[in-house]
C-alpha cells in the first residue's frame, strides 16, 4: 500500500491562525472533502474516528482537509469570542484553501454534529459540489441546549455546580452576560445569541448537487429529516463523540456507505463538468 502524507498547516484569520491538517490522497485525486467536525468535548472524544475517516478517504484517492475551528483544538483565538459565524467563515477559508490545493476535482462539504450545520450553510452559499452531514442537529441553538442537558446532568451528579440548577438558570446566566464553563470551555452570551434562527440549512429539493443526511441510531425512515436524501446507519453506543471508552468502535458501514456517496459525487461533477 502505497503511504499516505499528511501534512499540517495554519490559514491566517484576522489576528488568529486556523490549524489544518491536509490529508493527500494516494495516487491521483480524484475528489477532496472538507471536514467539519464537532465542538468542544465532542471534538476530543470523536478525534480518533475522525482522523480515521480522513486516512481511510485519503487511501481511496480522496484528498481531505480536516481542521480545527478558532478557539479550539490547535488553532489560537479566544474561544469566549467566538460564534457559530466565526466558526461557519472558518469552514470557508477550509475550502477555499483546499480548491486552491486540488484545482479542478469536485469538492465535497462533509459536517459532524456542529460541523453538519456549519458544513450546511457553506454548501448552500458556496459552490462545493456535494454535502456529507453525520448526525446533525436541527439547530444551532438545540445543539447548544443539548450539551447544556449533559452539563446539568454533571454538575447535578458531581456537586461541581453548588445547589441543583436547571437549563433555564444556566440559559438566564448566559443572557445576564456572564461567561459560563461548559465541558471545560467558555461560553459567551454572543455564542448563545449566535445560535438563535442557526436552522440546518438542507439543501433545496430542485437542488441538483449530490446531498445526504446520515443518522447513526439506526432510526426508521419515517423519523428521518429529510426522506429520500437519508439514509440511517447503526452504530455502537455510546455514539463515538460522546465517550472516548471505545477507541476503535466499529464504523465499517458507516465508512463504507459515506464514502460511496463521496465516489458518486466525484463520477456525478466530473460528468457534469466540475466547478474551477
Not at 59 to 73: E, K, S, T
Not at 231 to 251: A, E, G, H, I
Request: glycine share 10%; with cysteine.
Amino acid at each position: 500500500m502505497q503511504a499516505l502524507t499528511e501534512s499540517p498547516g495554519y490559514l491566517t484569520r484576522g489576528g488568529d491562525s486556523l490549524y489544518y491538517v491536509h490529508h493527500r490522497a494516494a495516487g491521483g485525486c480524484r475528489a477532496a472533502v472538507v471536514l467539519a467536525g464537532p465542538l468542544g468535548l465532542e471534538r476530543s472524544h470523536a478525534y480518533i474516528v475522525w482522523t480515521r475517516w480522513a486516512r481511510h478517504l485519503a487511501a481511496l484517492g480522496v484528498d481531505v482537509l480536516r481542521l480545527d475551528y478558532r478557539g479550539g483544538g490547535e488553532s489560537t483565538g479566544r474561544f469566549a469570542d467566538m460564534t457559530l459565524q466565526h466558526w461557519e467563515e472558518d469552514v470557508r477559508a477550509g475550502l477555499a484553501h483546499l480548491r486552491r490545493e486540488c484545482p479542478g476535482v469536485p469538492v465535497v462539504m462533509h459536517g459532524l454534529r456542529l460541523g453538519a450545520l456549519l458544513a450546511a450553510r457553506v454548501f448552500h452559499t458556496d459552490a462545493a459540489d456535494g454535502l456529507l452531514l453525520w448526525d446533525p442537529p436541527e439547530s444551532g441553538r438545540a445543539h447548544l441546549m443539548e450539551l447544556l442537558r449533559r452539563k446539568v446532568a454533571a454538575d447535578n451528579l458531581e456537586g461541581t455546580g453548588g445547589s441543583a440548577r436547571s437549563r433555564d438558570d444556566y440559559v438566564a446566566e448566559l443572557e445576564a452576560g456572564g461567561l459560563m464553563e461548559v465541558e471545560g470551555l467558555s461560553w459567551s452570551r454572543a455564542l448563545w445569541r449566535s445560535t438563535e434562527a442557526y436552522e440546518l440549512a438542507l439543501p433545496a429539493r430542485d437542488d441538483a448537487r449530490p446531498w445526504r443526511v446520515v443518522h447513526l441510531d439506526g432510526r426508521p425512515a419515517e423519523r428521518c429529516l429529510a426522506p429520500g436524501w437519508s439514509r440511517s446507519v447503526r452504530v455502537p453506543r455510546p455514539f463515538f463523540w460522546t465517550t472516548s471508552n471505545k477507541l476503535l468502535p466499529d464504523v465499517g458501514e458507516l465508512f463504507e456507505d459515506s464514502a460511496s456517496f463521496v465516489s458518486r459525487v466525484g463520477d456525478t461533477a466530473s460528468a457534469a463538468g466540475v466547478r474551477s
